[in-house]
């Protein structure tokens, strides 16, 4: 074979190789979108009625660890121009990433939440009297094994409430009475007592130590227009 054959072959396969290159970088690209669309068809249909979609971060592990922990949380609106602060029972809904709460429906809270969607949550570990936080002291520098309260982490949660009605509701019902249970059935099961969930967007993180630290969640999808979605 010539040089000018053996430059015609060597181009050829070049041109081979960038092809298969090519193919192969598109159907990355499409096997890509394709699991994207599909998780946002899941979110969609989990979501029935939202107006946005998103791929978010996950709760960071201190979060995480409180909303598993705790049954107590201080939930904050605005009515009529003032805040309102109310003692919760809540749930946190793993698989959701979301916090279901109950609430009747003449309360001041909920005429507030329907006006003013965005609200404020605290979840804390923190001892909330005095002799409480005097008898875990005393505990520890004595070498007890007092773990009633862990101290660890105070958590501000931001975010937006939804009333849920048909069948998410009385799934997050069950799941929220499950979680609390029966003995707090009077606030959760009954005519006129809403379930509403939060979708957290922002927190707020502050340990023993008054160390501060941030969680935001970036949506990488705001809305269904963004996003074309594929069977």
């Not at 249909?45 to 971060?57: Q, V």
């Not at 006006?115 to 520098?141: C, G, I, M, W, Y």
């Not at 809403?194 to 967007?201: N, Q």
């Amino acid at each position: 074979m010539d040089a000018r054959g053996a430059k015609v072959v060597c181009l050829a396969g070049a041109a081979a190789v960038s092809a298969l290159v090519a193919y192969h970088a598109a159907a990355v690209s499409a096997l890509v979108a394709y699991h994207v669309g599909k998780y946002v068809q899941r979110r969609r249909s989990r979501n029935a009625g939202c107006t946005s979609l998103d791929i978010r971060p996950p709760f960071p592990p201190e979060i995480v660890a409180l909303l598993t922990s705790s049954v107590l949380c201080y939930l904050s609106t605005l009515a009529d121009g003032a805040p309102h602060l109310s003692l919760m029972n809540f749930t946190y809904c793993a698989e959701d990433e979301k916090i279901i709460m109950s609430t009747r429906r003449d309360t001041t809270k909920f005429r507030a939440l329907l006006r003013n969607k965005r609200v404020a949550v605290l979840v804390h570990d923190f001892p909330a009297e005095l002799r409480q936080r005097a008898a875990t002291v005393t505990s520890r520098a004595t070498g007890g094994a007092d773990e009633s309260y862990g101290q660890t982490y105070s958590v501000t949660l931001y975010g937006s409430v939804n009333v849920e009605e048909g069948a998410a509701a009385e799934r997050y019902r069950a799941m929220h009475l499950a979680r609390n249970g029966p003995d707090q059935k009077q606030f959760i099961v009954g005519d006129g007592i809403a379930i509403i969930t939060i979708l957290v967007d922002q927190a707020r993180i502050c340990n023993q130590q008054d160390k501060v630290h941030f969680w935001e969640a970036r949506p990488v999808v705001r809305s269904t227009s963004d996003v074309s979605l594929s069977s």
